[in-house]
Nanobody, 133 residues
Framework: QVQLVESGGGLVQPGGSLRLSCAVS????????IAWFRQAPGKEREGVSC?????????YADSVVKGRFTISRDNAKNTVYLQMNSLNAEDTAIYYC?????????????????????????WGQGTQVTVSS
């Protein structure tokens, strides 16, 4: 059974850090793309970052997260992480991980476009991140 379980969210002060985890079961996460998306209240779900089967990372929103968020993978634990630093109030959202299983290992299409949320079939339940003083 395919399952993705996010954890690590919580309340953090502006400027603080969090590390989110996406624990995968039912398949080998290293063989497929794993992406992080987020959805803030009243806003559409947006891509944050993705790691491919070749451990190549793709940032969906360079202007927002560049230099602050880092995606990584621990194959032994079948887990993907999102390290988030210098958090601000605009980062408040529910964070979800999703996988390209069983279709693809790349985070982008052949044309180089990062894959949209509707292209992912399996999702976790989400973890709340709240940045507030």
């Amino acid at each position: 059974q395919v399952q993705l379980v996010e954890s690590g969210g919580g309340l953090v002060q502006p400027g603080g850090s969090l590390r989110l985890s996406c624990a995968v079961s039912g398949f080998t996460s290293a063989d497929y793309a794993i992406a992080w998306f987020r959805q803030a209240p009243g806003k559409e779900r947006e891509g944050v970052s993705c790691i491919s089967s070749g451990d190549r990372s793709t940032s969906y929103a360079d202007s927002v997260v560049k230099g602050r968020f880092t995606i990584s993978r621990d194959n032994a634990k079948n887990t993907v992480y999102l390290q988030m630093n210098s958090l601000n109030a605009e980062d408040t959202a529910i964070y979800y991980c999703a996988t390209g299983f069983p279709s693809w290992g790349s985070c982008t299409t052949r044309g180089g476009r990062p894959r949209n949320s509707y292209e992912y079939d399996y999702w976790g339940q989400g973890t709340q991140v709240t940045v507030s003083s």
